[in-house]
């Protein structure tokens, strides 16, 4: 088996007893860089040299015992909206198409201090608004199951990279489904937090209050793996908490969910999901059954409400964020502008691309003067009753079970043709940024098509490890997970 098959703690393992070095893993992933991405396109950039720079003060570290992290050694893939020190971080957006961070996210600098080495910038939707990975400025990722279907977004290039073996594992962020989507149509898991479990500091942002870094990995253990390592309290993010601390081996070592009640909220199961996609989840309900879990559907009328809640709020703070980009402090600058107004007016309408432009008129729409209280206020109060329903359900259940998306991966070109039906696949995502919850995606199933099906496992705040060990249980009794596309 080559180094880039292996799960990121099998590496790690590897490294641990001297069979192979942090230098023959970035070698390793940067072989299949290159035999693999002109196809499925996972990489902004891959910097070799700075990868095994890094992945030699690191393997010092180890061989000093100054490293002993689940994941030292370990390369990781890093989404292209978080800072790396004079590594260019893009956002896959021309407007910042050249621009080095003077520091490193504290996501980064947790890895570094445990021995991860970032290896490289993956691709994204162009500041993390799409669900397609189409929007960016460096052009559509591939599917890895199918080239001709898309990988999810935004964090499309993090999933791909992964399911692709262009990368053991990777750091992707999620606003509204962005690193659990993805994972669901390649077939990888991934986690998104609870909201101030991972710091934010050095995160680009596009939606502050809904904006949450998460792993991506081949299996669960990888995941909560990487989680451990960058959760906690940061006193760069304000809005950062201190997390309870677990082990690997209380994930990895559940091996049933005797005692465990689970929700399934009957109506993501309505108008349009998957007939595929909604037996393949009720198929996971029933493994969790055999484990020992007591699951019940139960009514969550005001989902239909997350679509036009979300897309408020994400977009009114998107287009204040948005706003310090600008052609002036850094970035992109139009060759064509004279004036000051022409420096502001050509930067963005040439530096942004259109999913961009839209989100930032309609978030200045609904922030606007006539419209604040009809939809932006509306928005903030269908939060508080999407918070209210989820702590209703959490008074009885252990934590929930439901679908990622409502079809499988979709078409090249499809998404973006009709942005509406690409909003509204973010239906059963959504709602857990809203509410600030953790969430685990991971594969349950395969359409008629072979293309890959996920589920998620929603929980309480703060409790990553109740919905960690459910995945891990589930891993363990079933193996989707290790399920491989046909690669180049």
């Known amino acids: 088996m080559e180094i880039y098959e292996m799960s990121a703690l099998e590496v790690a ?75 260019i971080t893009s956002c896959s957006s021309k407007i910042l198409h050249n621009f080095k961070p003077p520091y490193d996210a504290t996501v980064i600098q947790r890895l570094e201090a445990a021995g991860s080495v970032p290896c490289g910038k993956v691709n994204m939707d162009e500041f993390a608004m799409g669900s397609t990975t189409e929007t960016s400025f460096y052009g559509a990722t591939k599917n890895p199951w199918d080239i001709e279907k898309v990988p999810g977004g935004s964090s499309g290039g993090a999933a791909a990279a992964v399911a692709a073996d262009e990368s053991v594992i990777a750091l992707g962020s999620d606003t ?15 986690l998104k937090p609870t909201y ?35 959760s ?17 081996e209380e994930i990895t070592n559940t091996a049933d969910l005797k005692g465990k009640k689970i929700g399934i909220p009957s109506d993501y199961f309505g108008e349009g999901i998957n007939e595929e996609v909604a037996k393949s989840v009720m198929n996971a309900a029933e493994t969790l059954k055999s484990l020992g879990a007591d699951v019940e559907t139960f009514s969550m009328p005001i989902v239909e409400y997350a679509i036009p809640a979300y897309y408020i709020i994400a ?47 309609l978030g200045n729409f609904v922030l606007s003067s006539g419209y604040f209280d009809a939809y932006y206020m509306k928005a903030l109060k269908a939060k508080g009753l999407i918070v209210r329903a989820f702590n209703e359900a959490f008074e009885k259940y252990d934590f929930l079970l439901g679908p990622v998306a409502p079809t499988t991966a979709l078409k090249i070109g499809k998404g973006l043709s009709d942005p509406l039906a690409m909003y509204l696949g973010d239906i059963y995502t959504v709602m857990i940024n809203i509410a600030g919850l953790p969430s685990l995606a991971l594969p349950c199933g395969f359409d008629s098509k072979n293309m890959p099906v996920g589920m998620q496992l929603i929980g309480k705040p703060f409790d990553e490890k109740t919905i960690l060990a459910a995945g891990n249980a589930y891993q363990s009794a079933t193996d989707w997970h290790k399920q491989k596309p046909n690669l180049v």
């Open 315 to 361: 977009c009114a703070e998107a287009c204040s964020n948005l706003s310090r980009f600008d052609g002036i402090k850094y970035g992109y600058k139009s060759p064509e502008a004279e004036t000051l107004r022409d420096v502001y007016f050509k930067s963005r309408s040439e530096g942004f691309g259109m999913e961009v432009k839209k989100r930032i008129m």
């Open 232 to 248: 906690g309290k940061d006193e760069k993010d304000g809005t950062s908490v201190n997390t309870t601390p677990f082990t690997l």
């Open 176 to 190: 509204g489904g962005s690193i659990r989507q993805p994972c669901s149509f390649c077939g990888v898991t991934g």
């Open 13 to 87: 393992e590897k490294i641990k007893n001297k069979e192979i070095t942090a230098m023959d893993a970035v070698e390793a992933v940067s072989k299949s860089f290159e035999q693999r991405d002109k196809v499925y396109n996972c990489y902004t950039h891959f910097n070799k040299e700075l990868a095994l720079e890094k992945a030699e003060k690191a393997q010092k570290r180890i061989d000093d015992g100054k490293a002993d992290s689940p994941l030292a050694g370990v390369p990781v893939a890093i989404k292209d909206n978080i800072c790396t020190k004079g590594d």
């Open 196 to 230: 101030g479990a991972v710091s934010r500091y050095g995160l680009i942002a596009y939606a502050s209050s809904l904006d949450q870094i998460g792993p991506i990995g081949k299996n669960v253990a990888d995941v909560a793996a990487m989680f451990s390592i960058i």
